[in-house]
């Protein structure tokens, strides 16, 4: 392992009022959110949107790094380079999606289990001459009256503990997700138990397996009410339960936490992230974010296929890149969402 490599990476990736887009969608995954703005997924849609996102002029004023699905590992922007050496060009660190989905757990009540660790360094080695120089692996967890169980719990923390050791081992720095999902109507004090469960257990598996926390990201999700909860938490409720939690499981060796967004809306990822930044100025991590739809939801609406939308959608996502940048320090204002703030 070169720590070196794995230090020069951390570092630019826990950059204070920075953060991570993930553009990974599996081909699956995207082809559903196309299908929502009605474009259709081919290769080539794919590779013009994610060649939109990535070229937007000064992105790196508030992207340290983005993550790429293993398609558009190969595949060239409009100008003939490859995606991860555009972002290289562009002072963004280029990562790797590298899990390979999900699979029912047998014997659990259907809850599911990321796999792909076989011939994972392999790949890690392929994805490394590619440019990658940071990985991601999600494990999710649903919240019911009986899940997650203790088996799911346990199996993923075992996935992401050992995930995350191969990476180091090949210079690579893991993004390690946990994300319990947003569906259904618990409470945000469920969500604080199960959040507390699931993260002790993740940092448990980590020190089993030896990785070196200095050199990861954890990508967890927030402490939030359901989706269908009909109490639902305001954005100081919710950066409070987080910090609670993350102050009890993340050991401060950790250099930075990046939230995904899980569903909620691109407003609410913002504030809520704000409201962390803002209830403390000295957190012992840098907290900021890896979002995904909460970043691309409106640039893709914008776009939706075609090219001459481009700069606008451009435009929005920048706007929503500088908004989350700016919560990342507890800057961010809600009025800010109503004035367009790029000069
Ligand atoms: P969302 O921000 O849309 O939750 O996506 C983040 C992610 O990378 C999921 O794996």
């Not at 392999?122 to 009986?146: H, M, N, P, Q």
């Not at 407003?267 to 970043?295: C, D, G, I, K, Q």
Request: with cysteine.
């Amino acid at each position: 392992m070169s720590i070196k490599e794995l230090e020069s990476t951390i570092h630019a990736l826990a950059k204070k009022g920075k953060g991570i887009l993930a553009a990974d969608e599996s081909s699956a995954t995207i082809t559903k959110r196309f299908a929502a703005v009605n474009t259709e997924s081919t290769e080539e849609t794919r590779r013009a949107y994610r060649d939109l996102l990535i070229t937007t002029p000064n992105l790196n004023n508030y992207i340290a790094g983005v993550i790429l699905y293993e398609e558009t590992l190969s595949q060239k922007t409009m100008d003939g380079t490859l995606f991860p050496e555009k972002l290289k060009a562009l002072g963004i660190l280029p990562g790797i999606k590298v899990d390979k989905g999900l699979v029912i757990l047998p014997n659990t009540s259907d809850e599911q289990v990321t796999q792909g660790l076989d011939g994972l360094a392999e790949r890690l080695a392929d994805y490394k001459t590619k440019g990658a120089c940071f990985a991601k692996w999600r494990a999710v967890y649903a919240i019911s009256t009986v899940t997650p169980s203790k088996l799911a719990i346990k199996a993923n923390a075992e996935g992401l503990a050992r995930y995350a050791a191969i990476c180091q081992a090949n210079g690579i720095v893991p993004i390690v997700e946990p994300e319990i999902l947003i569906d259904g109507d618990h409470t945000i004090e469920r969500s604080a138990e199960v959040s507390e469960r699931v993260l002790h257990s993740v940092f448990n598996a980590l020190f089993r397996y030896k990785v070196k926390l200095e050199y990861i990201v954890l990508k967890p999700s927030m402490v939030i009410n359901g989706k269908k909860c009909l109490n639902k938490a305001s954005a100081e409720q919710v950066a409070e339960a987080t910090l609670t939690i993350l102050r009890r499981t993340v050991p401060a060796a950790v250099p930075t936490i990046n939230f995904l967004s899980g569903g909620q809306t691109p407003e609410e990822a913002t504030a809520n992230l704000n409201a962390m930044n803002a209830l403390s100025s000295h957190l012992p991590w840098n907290v900021s974010y890896s979002y995904a739809r909460a970043l691309q939801e409106y640039p893709m609406q914008i776009w939706h296929g075609d090219a001459k939308n481009s700069v606008a959608a451009q435009q929005v996502f920048l706007e929503r890149a500088k908004l989350n940048s700016l919560a990342a320090m507890g800057q961010y204002d809600g009025s800010m969402e109503t004035e367009l703030s790029i000069a």
